[in-house]
């Protein structure tokens, strides 16, 4: 394999603003598009993703498990029964986040970095261990945000170790590449005043716009049912997700989801989103 | 800074209180230890000024002194110098020998300042001048950044919840919507630039003003910001 494998880590600060869904959908997305892809919990004591991937119940051997040596990686990862090119490495529920150390997050990596195009990280929200592991050796960061002043000061806050404390930073490379999703949008909300619009949040972040994501009860619903939602084409967050992807690939696509939307008649009837 | 005395109850008046505060003390630079040759100089400084000196509280220094004695007699230079009309109030720099007999003729030993007034000579001909120290990115929210000894220069924006600090003025080619704090060791002229005043907290050689002490006409512009006696100044810059 030539090409070098990319480390894309999902943050955010604050919690609860969509990194485990974003991780799920935009891993299963680069998958759907033919790069072979891993994406890695992080969130050590409060995994996730296996439920949102809908991989629970196989998860035999976790990340833990491979840094301290337990199991080797073709143990340990799950192949996606939705998607081809798509492996998890699940967070060990038990464990504390101290059992991630640096050199056991750059030995693993390094395996991956052998048989993946793509390597994403679903970071835990805070500024403690476990994200500052997730962020370390990223090459570029989805930074989650929600359309609220504390999520954005956390993401603010975030922007900044990811640009003084990454190992890119820490070894004067070139700086982590930084990507902003706005996740949970209520355009009528933004309208209104009661959230920030797209505009407030990219002045005050000012960093590249890489998707708007609705507010959508589908979401909710494919996550119990442990399916990203991007799979849910139909749905507007599934397509923001497709969207997103495509962005990062390389497309030049507009934000479809960001204008308040004048309902129909029927609609308005019937109510629906 | 109030330090009241607890041990005592309501009914009984307090005796004292301790407060602290900045005195200006003339400074008298020794550069010899030889008795005859003070008293000669002083006493032609109180001929040129009869009364001049009544009263004056003086602190010796002694950073001049290359000589050193062990067991000098400050006390004789105690009385001349009262004789004159001045009252010695304490010493300070000087070897440890001198400072150990000053000690012993009762006088205290004031900690070292680099006061503006220093008689020295400053050793090299050109200071280097103050550097300026540069950054490139936007400062975040939980980030502090300090420039010591000169000027801050931001190419972009501080965050809510950032702070930049420095000894000089801080430039700021973007908004400042954080915290921004120049010429923190006491430089009144320091100055405060930037493109979009959004600040948290401004403030020069420590007088300052919070969020909700700035104008909403001055919110947003194009500003410089400088002090006039304790005043904070904003001034809108103009294009
Ligand atoms: N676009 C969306 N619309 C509606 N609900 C959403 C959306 N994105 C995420 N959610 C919901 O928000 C909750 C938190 O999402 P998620 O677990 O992805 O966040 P997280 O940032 O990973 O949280 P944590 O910080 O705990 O890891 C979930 O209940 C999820 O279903
Ligand atoms: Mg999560």
């Avoid at chain 1, 485990?20 to 299963?28: D, K, L, V």
């Avoid at chain 1, 494919?222 to 990203?228: D, E, T, Y």
């Amino acid at each position: 394999m030539c090409r070098l494998a990319t480390v894309i880590v999902v943050t955010s600060g604050k919690g609860g603003v969509g990194k485990t869904t974003t991780s799920a959908s935009f891993a299963t997305g680069l998958a759907q598009r033919g790069y072979r892809t891993v994406v890695i919990d992080f969130d050590v004591g409060l995994r996730n993703l296996d439920l949102i991937m809908g991989c629970e119940r196989r998860v035999v051997y976790d990340f833990i498990n491979v840094i301290n040596n337990e199991a080797n990686l073709n143990q340990a990862l799950i192949r996606d029964k939705h998607v081809e090119n798509l492996y998890i490495l699940p967070a060990s529920q038990t464990r504390d986040k101290d059992a991630l150390t640096k050199d056991g997050v750059e030995r693993v990596l390094g395996e991956l970095k052998q048989s993946f195009e793509y390597i994403v990280c679903d970071s835990p929200a805070g500024i403690e261990r476990g994200a500052l592991m997730a962020l370390y050796f990223a090459d570029e960061a989805l930074v989650v945000t929600n359309p609220e002043v504390s999520s954005v000061r956390d993401s603010d806050r975030i922007l900044g170790i990811l640009a003084s404390r990454s190992r890119r930073a820490e070894q004067g490379d070139s700086p982590v590449k930084e990507h902003l999703v706005l996740a949970r949008y209520a355009p009528e909300r933004a309208h209104r005043g009661d959230m920030l619009s797209v505009e407030d949040v990219l002045e005050i972040l000012g960093i590249p716009l890489l998707g708007v994501i609705p507010e959508s009860s589908t979401v909710l619903q494919s996550s119990n049912a442990g399916v990203p939602v991007i799979l849910e084409e139909s749905s507007d967050a599934g397509a923001a997700y497709g969207d997103l992807v495509e962005r990062f690939l390389g497309k030049e696509l507009p934000q479809r989801f960001v204008t308040t939307q004048k309902k129909g008649f029927l609609k308005r009837l019937f109510g629906g989103s | 800074m109030l330090l009241r005395s607890l041990h005592f109850t309501h009914e009984e008046p307090l005796p004292f209180e301790l407060k602290g505060s900045l005195f200006t003390l003339t400074i008298l630079h020794l550069f010899q230890l030889d008795r005859a040759a003070i008293e000669r100089h002083l006493a032609e400084k109180v001929k040129q000024a009869p009364g001049f000196f009544n009263n004056t509280p003086v602190v010796i220094d002694l950073e001049n002194v290359v000589e050193s004695q062990d067991g000098w007699d400050f006390s004789g230079l105690s009385e001349a110098l009262r004789g004159y009309g001045m009252v010695p109030v304490g010493v300070r720099n000087g070897s440890a020998e001198l400072q150990a007999a000053a000690r012993l003729a009762g006088f205290p030993v004031l900690p070292e300042s680099r006061s503006a007034g220093s008689a020295k000579k400053p050793d090299r001909a050109d200071p280097a001048p103050a550097r300026s120290r540069i950054v490139n990115q936007p400062v975040r929210s939980g980030q502090q950044i300090y420039a010591p000894d000169g000027d801050l220069i931001v190419v972009g924006t501080i965050s809510a919840g950032a702070e930049v600090i420095a000894d000089g003025n801080i430039h700021v080619y973007g908004a400042l919507r954080g915290r921004a704090l120049a010429g923190v060791k006491g430089d009144l002229e320091a100055r405060i630039f930037c493109q979009s005043l959004e600040a948290e907290l401004i403030s020069i050689a420590g007088r300052y003003r919070i969020s909700e002490q700035i104008d909403t006409s001055d919110r947003c512009k194009a500003v410089q910001i400088h002090l006039a006696g304790d005043r904070l100044m904003i001034d809108h810059l103009t294009r």
